[in-house]
Structures are given as structure tokens and as C-alpha cells.
């Protein structure tokens, strides 16, 4: 018998593994598999932090298969019939340590399956400054009515049916949320790592409103154009940084960032000057951060310009349908020795 192990029992209550998944996969099993549920609680934040202990490992020992929050090299190291590994989490930058480097092993992750919720709150944080409602807010907590700031000549409300959207990442993610901004009528310049342009244009997406780009060129403009920035890409070398305090400062005036990536991506302390009253930065909506938690004290928590989630844009009640989609999917895949999806390319580190 082949055995997979599914190690997926997130501690935090809405991630937690129902009935229901455990029931999907095993009766997708192909014949000759068993699975075997662990049932120590795991941590699918970040880049997931599975918890090692001697059970896991002489669950491992003989499998063929391991799922988890995250890989860690102690799997592999006792697991050496692992033909592949899937991780719950999107981010895999915590994977790849040198026992996964060294190791002929396909690795899978969730990157798709966070794609909708996360763009939804994308949607949610342009909307936010688009429609004025951190004015709402600011006059709800004092108690008074706004309605004059809505009605001086500067006023910071506008339509996002009206305004460029740059997409830099146009992964699952990046994808989810350029078609969403193009159907509010936003033009969108969606930024990826390659493109068929040699660094130039890509192609036009069949909407029409969604212009696809690669290369360092594009990024700079889309940087310098953009009503609302947002980063929806891996962390990897590359990208690490990628939004300088010169990119930061080239910004449009009056143009908001949103970072569901990673808080790595971006200068923060240049972030903190680009907010300042002569800076180029209408607002801020930040999911990520250099620091997780973010310490008390920090200057984002009271911002008037910075719309924060604590790194929980990807938070829905619809995960464990997908995840549970995407796992008997590609078992079966895999039992017939078809290319599994989302498959990470190590090299790349995403």
C-alpha cells in the first residue's frame, strides 16, 4: 500500500479540517493508497509552520506523500520514498531549504486557492479610498458629520470605473483581481515576471480593458501611471525590495497602494514618507508586513492614510472546498502519472 499523509489540521478555528474534506479524499483514493490524518494542530499563516514531532516522522518514514502547512526539512529527511509534497499554504519561501533543493520531489502548493477571497479584499481596500469612507470613518470615531470634507473642492472621492489599476504579479491572485477592477470599468496594467515581448508588451487580455506586460520597463510604468498600485507577487531574490523608495516616490500623485503579498516587497520606512502630506500617496492598504505581528506602538496602527488587515486577506469560509478540490485532483493526477498542478518551480521560488 502507498500512503499519503495529510498533516492539515490548521490550530486556528475557520481553517480547521472538517468532516467533510477527510471524507473527499479518502474516497478519491486510488486503489492501492491509504491516508493517514494527523491530528497535532499545524499553523497555515505565512508560509505555514508545521509541528514536528515524532509521530509525524514515523507517519512519514514510509509514505509516498506529504501534506502540510508548509514542508520542513526534518519530512524530508525521514521520508525517503516522498515523490511529492503539497503545502496548504501559498507562500513557499520557508520550503525551500536545502533538504527540499537536493531532492528530486515535486512540490505542489495553494497559491489559486486563495486567489478570490484575496482579491475581494483588493476590491474592498481601493473602495475604501476610492469612496472617501476613511473620511467616514475618521468623523464616525469623533463624532461629528463629514459631510463638508465630501463637499470641499479637493475632496478625495472618486470612481474606480475611472481609474488605472497596476497589477504587479499576474498570477492566480493578480488575475482574480485585474478582472474584477475591469469589470468596475477600471483600465488595469497587469505586470508579470516574463512575457511574450521580450520585456515589452505581453498581450491585451479579451475584455480589453486588461493590458498584460514583462520586464523592469513595464513595471516602471505601471508604478509611474497607476491610480491604485497593488502587489500581488511571490517573494522571492528578485523580488525582494522591488518597490524602492525611488519607485515609492514615482508614484501618481494622489495613488494608493495595496500590498496583499508580502510586507518584504516594499521600503516601509520610505512607505511612511511617501504617506506624508507632501508626498505622492493618497493612502495605504496593507495586509503584509516586514514584521508579523506588527509590534504595538508601530506608526501604521494609527495612520490616517493606512487601511491595515492583519495579513488576513485570504480568510474565508470557502478554503477547504477548494483546497479539498484541488488535493483529490491532483492525487489522481499523480497515481497516473499526469503533471500535477499548481506546480511550484523551486528554482524560481514560486
Known amino acids: 500500500m502507498a500512503t499519503i499523509v495529510i498533516d492539515l489540521r490548521d490550530r486556528r478555528p475557520i481553517w480547521e479540517l472538517p468532516d467533510s ?7 478519491a483514493l486510488p486503489p492501492g493508497w491509504t491516508v493517514q490524518f494527523m491530528e497535532t494542530l499545524s499553523d497555515g499563516s505565512g508560509d505555514g509552520v508545521a509541528r ?29 520514498r516522498i515523490e511529492w509534497v503539497h503545502s496548504g499554504a501559498a507562500g513557499v519561501a520557508g520550503s525551500l531549504h536545502p533538504a527540499m533543493m537536493s531532492r528530486r520531489v515535486l512540490f505542489t502548493n495553494s ?18 479610498f476610492a469612496r472617501g469612507l476613511d473620511v467616514a470613518v475618521r468623523a464616525q470615531r469623533e463624532g461629528r458629520w463629514g459631510a463638508p470634507e465630501y463637499w470641499a473642492a479637493d475632496a478625495p472621492v472618486t470612481e474606480l470605473g475611472a481609474a488605472t489599476v497596476g497589477v504587479i504579479g499576474y498570477g492566480g491572485i493578480g488575475r482574480e483581481v485585474a478582472a474584477r477592477a475591469a469589470a468596475l470599468g477600471s483600465r488595469v ?21 486588461i493590458r498584460v506586460e514583462a520586464g523592469a520597463e513595464a513595471l516602471d510604468r505601471a508604478v509611474r501611471e497607476s491610480d491604485y498600485l497593488v502587489l500581488t ?6 523580488t525582494r525590495g522591488i518597490l524602492t523608495r525611488d519607485r515609492l516616490f514615482s508614484m501618481k500623485p494622489g495613488s494608493v497602494l495595496v500590498n496583499v503579498a ?18 505622492p500617496l493618497r493612502g495605504a492598504g496593507l ?12 506608526p501604521f496602527y494609527s495612520h490616517p492614510r493606512v487601511l491595515m488587515t492583519p495579513h488576513v486577506s485570504a480568510t474565508t469560509r470557502g478554503f477547504w472546498a477548494r483546497q479539498t478540490r484541488l488535493i483529490t485532483r491532483n492525487m489522481g493526477r499523480f497515481a497516473r502519472g499526469e503533471p500535477l498542478l499548481n506546480l511550484v518551480d523551486k528554482a524560481a521560488g514560486y
Request: hydrophobic fraction near 40%; charged fraction near 30%.
Open 52 to 80: 514536528v514531532n515524532d509521530e509525524l516522522l514515523d507517519a512519514v518514514a514510509d509514505a509516498r506523500v506529504y501534506m502540510g502547512y508548509g514542508i520542513p526539512a526534518e519530512v524530508l529527511e525521514r521520508g525517503p
Open 287 to 298: 495586509d503584509v508586513y516586514h514584521q508579523e505581528p506588527l509590534p504595538p506602538g508601530h
Open 233 to 238: 507577487l511571490p517573494e522571492t531574490d528578485e
Open 189 to 209: 496594467r497587469a505586470v508579470r515576471r516574463r512575457g511574450g515581448g521580450g520585456g515589452g508588451a505581453d498581450r491585451d487580455e479579451p475584455s480589453g480593458r
Open 262 to 279: 508580502r510586507g518584504r516587497l516594499v521600503d516601509e520606512e520610505a512607505l511612511l514618507d511617501a504617506l506624508q502630506p507632501a508626498g
Open 21 to 27: 474534506a477527510r471524507e473527499a479524499i479518502t474516497a
Open 111 to 128: 497559491a489559486g486557492i486563495h486567489a478570490v477571497p484575496m482579491a475581494e479584499t483588493v476590491m474592498a481596500m481601493m473602495l475604501y
